[in-house]
């Protein structure tokens, strides 16, 4: 066993010793600090192990099996090496942006509980530690989303996220228990083993359950509503919620692949809920005028796709997914007071594009990837089609725009950027695939569901590209504004989940004045 594994095993320690560090708020401060740093080497310490002796795992620490464990593999070191690089930035911008608050040493405690538990988290190599972790962390999310519970919306987004996220331990301590059972293990790496070629109403019931966890802990349709809501926490809360904690479904999924993977009503499961929720975040988003309400939407959208990829059986390209997103998303919030609301088209502002410069970006997005990146297509390889062929289709407004400025210069940047992000997209699929080749043993083999799914997301995306690109030219009518209306409300759906909270969870007189702006 590797003495990197030991060195690795520390990563989450750091975290919580800061989360208990006593003194003033520099102190804490200070300790805060030095634990981002000293997590971050362990990290890479654990990813360099992971890429040169392979995976490895401690022995459970517990009883009957049940304990703590540590299990050093791929998956895990780049998403500890993803925490500890967020918490760095996130930690370090919190201590500016809480500046002269008092409470900032208990928000920066809590912060650094979190992310200590989260590293536990992907690091855990024993079901009873990774369910415990799980827990633990929402716990401590929540906790950081009543940071301020003067504001109300916060109250509500806390209490929506905890109705959900209580649903989620349940079924992962359900799954938990039933994998537990059928493997005779509660050593994360014998399950594993087990899950190979394994069938059965017990294994059918994990994977099921496992899938809906993931679901419930993603923001996903239509339990999305409270990460609509997290802005009313400080800005460091939303930038580790939507760039780490928002990830734990996907990590879920991935760590079990090799359980998820063999059962058909778990990848069903997968492929419905997140191609419908990320074509709802794709469309809302379009419609929002508040930068951060659309960040939201935006993380919702593709944690669909994510999980859709899941799915999909292109798990390499989930993981990619993570990274990409959760760097992107991180720098986006901690930006987002610097950056001006988008601004929606006018249907009198704006002449129709030319039928060729709608028509032709499309059409060259959907055939080019499906063509073009390397073989990849929804044949072959029906996830990574999926992904190829979205990037390409959020450059359809260079290309638009380009065909209406009509310079040489503008031309040849909007036909060079598919080359360029097609050569890029390939090396980084190829670069996660041979990385995350052991999830699972074997790449379920593209059914016919599968085929047809990732054709028909991808059709639906061209046409919600297209008709971003027509709808600002077209004239208004009464019907258009009503459905606009309507989208950007998210279909009112989070306004009935209010109802619902309020009523299973009542509140006191100081929510009535707060309605409107919630709804």
Known sequence: MPWTLWLAACAPLPFLAAALAPGRTAAVLKAARLASWLTLAASLTALASALIFGAAATPSAGVAGLGLAVRVDVLSAVLSALISFVGLVVVGYSRNYLGGDPRQGRFVRTLCLTLGLVLALVLAGNLAQLVFCWIGASVAVNRLLLFRGERQAAVLAARKRFLVCRASDLCLIVAAA?????????????????????????????????SMAAVLSSAQLPFHGWILEVMETPTPVSALLHAGVVNAGGFLVLRFGEVVAGQPAAMLL????????????????????????GLAYSTIAQMGFMLLECGLGAFSAA????????????YAFLSAGGAAAPKIASPRKRRAPAALAV???LMVAVGGSAAAALGVGPALDPGAFVLGAVLLLGLARLWLDAWERGSRATLIVAAASPVLLLAAYALSQALFAGLAADLTATSPTPSRLMVVAAIATVTLMAALVGLQLLLPGAAPSPAW??????????????????RWVLRFWPAGP????????IQ
Do not use: C
């Open 510 to 517: 100081r929510f009535a004045a707060s309605q409107g702006a």
């Open 359 to 361: 028509v032709a970006p």
């Open 319 to 330: 993981l990619l997914h993570i990274v990409a997103h959760s760097l992107y998303k991180a």
């Open 270 to 293: 997968l492929i419905v809920v997140g191609a419908a929720t990320a074509l709802f975040g794709s469309l809302v988003m379009l419609t929002q005028t508040s930068v951060k309400v």
């Open 178 to 210: 039933l994998l537990w059972r059928a493997s005779g293990s509660a050593d994360i790496s014998e399950v594993l083993a087990a899950a190979k070629g394994a069938s059965g109403a017990e294994w059918t019931v994990a994977a099921v359950l496992l």
């Open 481 to 498: 504004i009503r459905a606009y209306a309507l989208v950007s409300n998210g279909f009112h759906l989070n306004t009935i989940a209010n």
